[in-house]
């Protein structure tokens, strides 16, 4: 394990103890730190870094923002979200060419809920065409850029929002998981990311890609401050018929306690065939023995076959995807980068019947999978969350079209098969490869199980100082 | 329309329609034609998940598995 030789910790604004959420939050709320300056600081750092982390900077709204903001949990807290956030009156583009111009008629209700509870929103950031590629590929706009190091993806579809988090542009990014889309690019700028359970966070003013599988999720410096981010976030909405209506959980609410006795995690006795390298392996068996030593008990589980999962996973987003596009298939399809519109093309191909056979056989296979690999007494089951060392642009774009999309398949083994079940999963940093970049793991929990994630996961940040490091 | 490879096209022809004939479906579904190699590519990937999931439904469902809300099952499941 190496880490990077321009490693440093995260800089903090001027003020606060250190860059995360809820350090800046503290500090925002006792006068240490001005909104307005902080708001000003960051914009300007944005538009001097030269990075592929924004699109669209909301330069004057942000900085009236700060001046009005309300003193709620996220008073003054620059934020940003994964440009296909809908704020109403403003551009929403989803990376694409097909959305040029297209301002959106309402807000997210994630993004209102943000508001409210006081965050400054900085703008809108790059992603991946329509949230299609795991690479922070975007033959629109550009390949997204690694802020560890420009040769390198940063990981997709939300790259801008983790390159905007490691940067330390904002204090925390919005973006969405439909099959490892948050874990992705968390774990490839070496930020900590959240996919909470599947139907917790509304997703009522977010362009959609696939409606069984989409998840709005968060991208932040540690677990408690994704904790913090979903506290003001989660719980019904009437304007999304589908979003559980379970009654408001404060998160944070006893993080900082030692782990219960008996808290246990399940780590997969990994065969030499699955995808994961020797690297992934050492940093992922790092990541165990340090979740031990933070108190939680191990226990060993045969790997469930993710291969398959992830393959209903693809079908159930390929049909789905396609039925969100077809219109725009017919009417504009050069208008698509060739690559994302094949992907789309092949959701035409599935028959109805395997379409409903794959949604009917969630249930089933999600019993099964919490009977295997996370039992009432086991809190999280920890997976890599990327095959390898994180690769360069050049790396994953050779080749043919077939190849490309294969290595995309690959990508994200580790995470869509989460998205088919439906279960909560906290990225976290575990270390760097030999290459220089970061890398990561996943807890995966029960349904609903965030706050045993989100305590796990601070419990492991506090073992450890990988999240508090950032590119120089 | 594009002759596709039968050995890509397995479980697709199994259903009882051919490549090409899914071709013509997806076309008619969007009202254009699909580019020949998108859809031998389209196809191929189709074929490769399609067999993954028709072993899955062939062990695990029968014809009383009910088709459920993901968020009332992840609620019920929930501890």
Known sequence: ?472 | MTAIPNSACDDLAATSLSAQDWCAVAAATTGAALQAQAQSDAAAGAARVLGAADRAARRELDWNTALLPAAAVLQELAR
């Open chain 1, 1 to 472: 394990m190496t880490a990077h030789p321009h490693a440093t910790r995260r800089a903090a604004p001027e003020g606060a103890p250190d860059a995360s959420l809820t350090a800046t939050a503290a500090a925002l709320a006792d006068g240490r730190l001005s909104a307005i300056a902080l708001t000003q600081d960051r914009l300007s750092a944005a538009e001097r870094s030269g990075g592929t982390a924004f699109v669209r900077l909301r330069r004057e709204q942000a900085t009236a923002r700060a001046a009005a903001a309300p003193r709620g949990p996220l008073y003054g807290v620059p934020i940003a979200h994964k440009d296909m956030f809908h704020r109403q009156g403003e551009a929403s583009e989803c990376g694409s060419r097909i959305l040029r111009g297209y301002v959106a008629p309402e807000t997210a209700t994630v993004l209102a809920r943000l508001d409210a509870a006081g965050a400054v929103d900085l703008g809108a950031l790059h992603m991946a065409e329509f949230a299609m590629s795991p690479t922070g590929f975007n033959a629109q706009l550009g390949h997204g850029h690694n802020p560890w190091s420009a040769e390198h993806v940063p990981g997709g579809s939300s790259s801008g929002s983790g390159v905007a988090v490691a940067s330390g542009l904002v204090c925390a990014a919005l973006g969405s998981d439909t099959g490892g889309s948050v874990r992705l690019p968390a774990a490839i700028c070496g930020v900590t990311g959240l996919k909470p359970t599947q139907h917790r966070v509304s997703v009522h003013g977010v362009m959609p890609l696939s409606p069984s599988l989409d998840c709005v999720g968060f991208l932040a410096p540690s677990a408690r401050d994704c904790a913090r981010l979903l506290s003001v976030t989660a719980g019904a909405d009437p304007l999304d018929p589908s979003c559980m209506n379970l009654p408001p959980e404060d998160f944070e609410a006893g993080i900082d306690q030692a782990l219960a006795r008996g808290t246990a995690i399940a780590v997969p006795d990994l065969p030499a065939d699955a995808p994961a390298s020797d690297e992934v392996r050492r940093l992922l068996a790092d990541a165990v023995e340090s979740l031990r030593a933070a108190g939680a008990t191990v226990r060993t589980v045969p790997l469930p076959d993710l291969a398959e999962l992830g393959a209903l996973c693809s079908l159930v987003l390929g049909a789905e995807a396609a039925s969100v596009h077809r219109r725009w298939l017919a009417e504009r399809p050069g208008d698509y980068g060739d690559q994302v519109r094949r992907r789309l093309e092949r959701g035409l191909l599935y028959p109805a019947v395997r379409y409903v056979d794959a949604l009917r056989l969630r249930p089933v296979l999600l019993r099964r999978f919490l009977q295997a690999c996370l039992p009432d007494d086991v809190q999280a089951l920890v997976l890599p969350v990327l095959p390898h060392a994180v690769p360069t642009i050049a790396e994953t774009t050779a080749g043919s079209e077939a190849e490309v999309e294969a290595r995309f398949g690959n990508f994200s083994f580790w995470t869509r098969a989460i998205n088919y079940l439906g279960l909560p999963a906290l990225a976290l940093p575990g270390g760097f490869t030999a290459n220089g970049l970061p890398n990561g793991f996943q807890l995966v929990g029960r349904p609903c199980g965030e706050a045993a994630l989100l305590r796990l996961g601070h419990r492991y940040q506090q073992q450890t100082d990988w999240h508090l490091r950032r590119p120089a």
